[in-house]
């Protein structure tokens, strides 16, 4: 057991052993991390409608309090693409893009994820993220990378466009068509052909021409920083700026400024539901990440911890001029890749991009958006898999509704109520396939203890006795389909003196079972019909013996099903003749 | 196979061997239900804020179309209080009291909920209901007596009072109460305490007395009968209408009048969501009913063609000036003790009350509504049974939660958002549980085949494997609780080479478990440690194999743990130190 303050302080735990070794890789991995991380910062600041500062200072304040926190060892935290994306929908809802009241409510947003995920974590109530399955979350990255993807050509093309869903995109896209300006197309196409090539052919011609292995990982990261100062020194020097090409402009030079959330009850109640959409999807993202990198050390994370980890990052993020933030998987990959061995290297990461708002920012003033949209689109499209379709139609039906339905309803009605549906379909698919179990009517297999479905097995039956095999256990959902499913069978068999219910798979017997149960057992002895129950599991027994189910019981509950059957296949036929 | 006219329209299929003994039966009940229902009907009606004869229209064709289209033999369909209460609040919201507009939004309530009765019924999802758990049934019936039973005291106070949940009642009572009519307290207070002391006391009095059983029983079912005689003679005696005793007043003369539910999308829209909350909680009522009263004589109802019956009947209502009706407990149950064999006692009966709503009508005009009040009053506290708050205690917490919940929302917000919170607790609950499946770590029970829980038995184990026997089927919910599980036990035991999973209980393996269990296969690799699995059941085993989980899987898959044991116990360890 460790002491409460070492628990919610990780850093107590790890800093500690900290060793110089350490210290040099946690080093070298930042200065990759920061690298990649500036315009990336930039870009999702863009994608998220807020001014390109927000992105770094989004950067900076949260990886620290990350870093103290926080349980995994690699994971990087700052803004990403869906989150962004997710941002951009919540807070347009409830301003204008560009004014004052947009920054307070991304502000607020972030507060509200960051108590919404530190009372999670508090509570210890991180299983909630699994209401989430993988099909769905699968579906709702791929809508989201072509929402995001669509999102940014309005960049690439010059123009001015906006929607939420991808037919409002499409047809904002298709009229605003005519202004496109044809400098930044240019440019836009450019940078997106570049950071496709670098993303998949640098490196292996790197490889080819001798490189070492690691020189042509950086270099290959850093292809976003080529594209950008490429293009900024194109702006500049034949003066784009001036056909029309839009650039990052101004971007003040300081460190992240202290700022205040909005605390107004009309704005809290607008973004509250947002805010707990983007925690769950944030979290879930994150925890991903975190326990794949983990896993590759033996190590491990804490998921409830993880919770107050990002929490505090959020938090961080809005009082210090940022926007909602989690565990990023590109920046943490990389993170990883090169070396990081102590969340200390997220700490220098954040040292880097703080140099980087105060020294670096005059210099993508020339940064044509294009660019940054270009990165975004690269970055998304690989995020993109509609494979998920064609895996889940070859495993399983449901799983491939709740894809589909995912996908189509965030591309065609948004994120938020794409990721609701998704969650709500996968529960209702879920609890439509319990509700009807699979139930084996079971005989004897001649000359063993064993019982075998009678429909796929040469076994022995008894016409006065009938055994099911229920393969679910009993709840609400299914307790009727079993009332019915007995009475059925026990109307159309009329010499049918006893029915066992065999409970070897049976992991739970609800209330609403339990007086399904007590329904078939008063019903069946209206009939003059026994009720057995045969291998009841400890824990389903236990609770039986809290009701009067047992005593009541017209018949008995045997250890297994070979004593019910030598009990029961012996008793004297009414019917004989039947 | 019955074809496909005779599925669907069962009266084919009992009509044909309609015998005289059955008629002879059929008709006695159709008589003792009759003088029943003539007091309910108008008493129901008021509880709904409908005109009296809301309530005998009802009952008239409704019950005919049911007799058609039923599977039950002793079913009697007409207005209930539940739904009664229901319509009452669903309708309030839309329309004044006593305007022309709140009897065709009663009419509209009846089409919608007829209609997607029948919707359901062509497309079977008779199951839906089942999402309906027993506790929150319940309580939700619990709740709406004592709702009921406090909606009906202004009638017996003589007062106007409103209100849609227990605190606007009760507050709505008291700021009335200075209006409180002495003459009418006492009208209401001697009914009520003849109804309760014929309902407990009757009986066992006319039988000491030596009265038959048939007629002491007819007797006691007659006492609303008696009271409402009785009350409605004492008005109408010394005319105490004058004095401020609020009476039915003018009943029309007429057979169901031809009538049209409103169609304006307006009306529809806003009543749509309260019909079918209404069709659902009307069906499972009436699917209880029904089958417990089949089963006591070996026979069988249809759920979906159950639908189809209820269904027909609200439509049935909506065309004949009556309001949303199902199948009533209290009058099935004495429909079924008078005798009843088939649906046409039904038939019978709906000719009783057209004869009443022709001839008997002007007979009310001075019944005061406190009789009616007290009727009410004294058939829903019969309802009421808290007993449920100590049953589910015992048995199961999430139970009592469910219960508790339901009760407390019902009478605190109200019944439609009560029923709908009862619905969707039980549901978290459900995922609650099984999102922290019961994994035990099992061992060799020496001397036997057997494997049982290492914390509970004596038995062997082996360091270098690890067996865990996961209780629960795998789905989204647990998927990533099991991944936790292993590496947890994995990363804290560093001579284990093997890990099995032992999936007996195992019912299902949805795509989310899947890749979590490709996700441990993937991070046990990575450590050198094996994954295998044993006793995997014949469907999840043809699921599994759709995928490439079993080819990639580093290690095997064995039939019985026995096996797995054998082959992986014996491996040479690594650390045999440890």
Not at 49 to 58: D, F, H, K, R, S
Not at 424 to 439: D, E, N
């Amino acid at each position: 057991m460790i002491d409460p303050i070492r628990r919610y302080v990780p850093i107590l735990d790890w800093g500690r052993t900290y060793s110089k070794r350490a210290l040099s890789n946690d080093l070298i991995a930042a200065v990759i991390v920061t690298i990649m991380l500036i315009p990336q910062s930039l870009a999702y600041a863009l994608l998220a409608g807020l001014p390109p500062e927000a992105g770094i200072y989004a950067s900076i304040v949260p990886i620290m309090l990350y870093a103290i926190f926080g349980t995994s060892r690699a994971l990087a935290v700052g803004p990403v693409a869906v989150v962004s994306l997710l941002t951009a929908t919540a807070i347009g809802q409830v301003a204008e893009q560009g004014t004052a009241g947009y920054a307070v409510a991304a502000l607020t947003l972030a507060f509200l994820s960051g108590g919404f995920l530190l009372l999670m974590g508090v509570l210890r109530l991180g299983f909630l993220a699994n209401f989430l399955s993988h099909p769905v979350i699968a579906g709702f990255i791929t809508a989201s990378g072509i929402l995001i993807a669509t999102s940014q050509l309005k960049h690439i093309l010059g123009i001015s466009a906006g929607g939420h869903t991808l037919p409002e995109m499409l047809g904002s896209l298709l009229e605003h068509l005519p202004g496109i300006n044809w400098t930044t197309v240019l440019i836009g196409v450019a940078a997106t052909g570049f950071l496709f090539w670098t993303r998949k052919h640098l490196k292996p011609l790197l490889k080819r021409l001798g490189t070492p292995a690691l020189l042509a990982d950086v270099l290959t990261k850093a292809g976003p920083v080529a594209a950008v100062v490429a293009t900024t020194l194109a702006v500049w020097g034949f003066g784009l700026a001036d056909q029309g090409v839009k650039v990052v402009g101004t971007v003040p030079q300081s460190l992240p400024p202290l700022t205040l959330p909005g605390f107004s009850p009309d704005l809290l109640g607008a973004l509250l539901v947002p805010a707990i959409l983007i925690s769950i999807i944030g979290f879930v993202e994150s925890v991903s990440v975190a326990q794949t990198l983990a896993a590759k050390k033996r190590q491990r994370i804490d998921p409830d911890q993880e919770l107050i980890g990002l929490g505090a990052a959020n938090l961080g993020a809005a009082f210090t001029g940022g926007y909602p933030v989690t565990g990023g998987f590109s920046r943490s990959v990389v993170n990883y890749d090169a070396g990081a061995e102590t969340p200390a290297a997220g700490a220098f990461t954040a040292l880097g991009l703080a140099f980087a708002a105060v020294a670096l920012t005059p210099l993508v003033y020339y940064l044509p958006n294009a660019t940054l949209a270009a990165t975004i689109i690269v970055a998304v499209l690989s995020l993109v898999d509609l494979s998920i379709l064609k895996k889940t139609w070859g495993y399983s039906r449901a799983d491939f509704i709740a894809v589909a339905a995912t996908i189509l309803l965030t591309l065609g009605l948004g994120v938020e109520i794409g990721v609701a549906s998704g969650v709500g379909i996968s529960v209702l698919l879920h609890l439509y396939k319990t509700s009807r179990p699979h139930v084996a009517e079971v005989g004897l297999v001649p000359g063993t203890q064993h019982f075998r479905n009678i429909r796929r097995h040469s076994v022995e039956t008894d016409p006065s006795m009938v055994t099911l095999r229920v393969d679910e256990s009993l709840y609400f959902v299914n307790a009727r389909f079993l009332e019915d499913l007995v009475q059925k069978r026990v109307i159309d068999g009329c010499a049918i003196r006893n029915v066992v219910l065999m409970f070897s798979a049976v992991n739970e017997v609800d209330f609403s079972a339990l007086e399904s149960l007590e329904a078939i057992n008063h019903r069946l002895k209206d009939m003059g019909v026994g009720l057995h129950l045969s291998e009841v599991k400890g824990p389903v027994m236990d609770r039986l013996k809290r009701s009067h189910f047992i005593e009541d019981l017209n018949g008995c509950v045997f250890l297994s099903q070979f004593e019910a059957w030598e009990s029961l296949a012996a008793a004297p036929l009414p019917n004989a003749a039947e």
